[in-house]
Nanobody, 127 residues
């Protein structure tokens, strides 16, 4: 069992930035694919970014060029950085993880799946 905890959400004006964090409780010796997901009221959950154990990242078209994700494998912590935020980015953001081997891009961006989920952190962007 892996516990996932997100933090760093909040309210910001359009054009602003937020840096979130996601901490996994699993062993640093394990390999994980980690995804960043979001869900707005009335919409399905969507994957917005994936980061593989080797640091390979992939992003949804809607956030490409504005969001980046990095990770510290020694501490099992991920750092999603969201820049140039837009009102349509308003959502509950979740971190999700699955132990390797999985195809991380497919798992997160195509299927929207994760085995372990955090409780979510709210991001609100005002115009």
């Amino acid at each position: 069992q892996v516990q996932v905890v997100e933090s760093g959400g909040g309210s910001v004006q359009a054009g602003g930035s937020l840096r979130l964090s996601c901490t996994l409780s699993g062993s640093p010796n394990e390999e994980y694919c980690v995804g960043w997901f979001r869900q707005s009221p009335g919409k399905e959950r969507e994957g917005v970014a994936s980061i593989d154990n080797d640091g390979t990242t992939n992003y949804a078209d809607s956030v490409q060029g504005r969001f980046t994700v990095s990770r510290d494998n020694t501490k099992n912590i991920l750092y999603p950085q969201m820049n140039n935020l837009k009102p349509e980015d308003t959502a509950m953001y979740y971190c999700g993880a699955e132990r390797k081997p999985v195809v991380c891009l497919v798992m997160v961006l195509k299927v929207g799946y994760a085995r372990w989920w955090g409780q979510g952190t709210q991001v609100t962007v005002s115009s």
